[in-house]
C-alpha cells in the first residue's frame, strides 16, 4: 500500500494562478481531508469529505474548492491564488471505524 | 469554535527523562486525537483517545474528558522523539499549536 500520496511537493505560483493539489489513498478510506499548516501553529482544516460525492466546509475554506468523485481522490483547487495562501498543505484519510488519520507528506506552496 | 491550548510550547530534555505534555480543550469532545510531527514534517497518529487511557510502548496518553484535558506521557526518551507534539479535538479537528519536543543525547 503507498497510503496517502500528494503531488507536487513543491509549488511556486503567482498572485492570481490557479492549481490543483492532487491527493490520492489506496487503503479505501470513506474519509478524506486537507489541512493547512501555517509556521508555528497546528493545522486547521480546510474541506473535508466524508464519501465519494459528499464534501464540506472545515474551519478555514475559503479560497478552496474540492469535489469527490472517486474513494480513492480528493483533489484541493485554488482557483486565484493569493500570498495568504502560502502554506504547507496536507491531505488526510481515515475509515470511522479505526479513527487513526493517516497523513500524506505534504505540499509546500507558496505564492508570491 | 473549540479552543485547544497545549503546554509547555517548547521542552528540552537529555536522552532517558520522561516528560507530560497537557491539552487543555474549552467543550466537551467526544474525539480527541494526539499527532507526532518529526522533523522531515511527517505526521503520525499516536493515539485516538477521547477518554481513558491508552499505552502504546514508551508513549502513553490519558483523557479526563469532564474536566476537559489529555496527557500524553513519553517515559525514556530518545532522540527519535524529537519533533512536534499535537493534540486536535472534535469533529472538525482543531489542533493545539503543539508541543515541540527536543531529546539531546
Known amino acids: 500500500n503507498a497510503g496517502v500520496t500528494q503531488t507536487p511537493k513543491f509549488q511556486v505560483l503567482k498572485t492570481g494562478q490557479s492549481m490543483t493539489l492532487q491527493c490520492a489513498q489506496d487503503m479505501n478510506h470513506e474519509y478524506m481531508s486537507w489541512y493547512r499548516q501555517d509556521p508555528g501553529m497546528g493545522l486547521r482544516l480546510i474541506h473535508y469529505s466524508v464519501g465519494a460525492g459528499i464534501t464540506d466546509q472545515g474551519e478555514v475554506p475559503n479560497g478552496y474548492n474540492v469535489s469527490r468523485s472517486t474513494t480513492e481522490d480528493f483533489p484541493l483547487r485554488l482557483l486565484s491564488a493569493a500570498p495568504s495562501q502560502t502554506s504547507v498543505y496536507f491531505c488526510?484519510?481515515?475509515?470511522?471505524?479505526?479513527?487513526?488519520?493517516?497523513f500524506g507528506p505534504g505540499t509546500r506552496l507558496t505564492v508570491l | 469554535g473549540i479552543q485547544v491550548e497545549q503546554s509547555p510550547p517548547d521542552l528540552i530534555l537529555q536522552e532517558g527523562a520522561n516528560s507530560t505534555l497537557r491539552c487543555n480543550f474549552s467543550d466537551s469532545v467526544n474525539n480527541l486525537q494526539w499527532f507526532h510531527q518529526n522533523p522531515w514534517g511527517q505526521l503520525i497518529n499516536l493515539f485516538y483517545?477521547?477518554?481513558g487511557t491508552k499505552q502504546n510502548g514508551r508513549l502513553s496518553a490519558t483523557t479526563v474528558a469532564t474536566e476537559r484535558y489529555s496527557l500524553l506521557y513519553i517515559s525514556s526518551s530518545q532522540t527519535t522523539d524529537s519533533g512536534v507534539y499535537f493534540c486536535?479535538?472534535?469533529?472538525?479537528?482543531?489542533f493545539g499549536a503543539g508541543t515541540r519536543l527536543t531529546v539531546k543525547p
Open positions: 483517545i477521547p477518554s
Open positions: 488526510a484519510s481515515f475509515t470511522t471505524s479505526g479513527n487513526e488519520q493517516f
Open positions: 486536535a479535538v472534535g469533529g472538525d479537528m482543531r
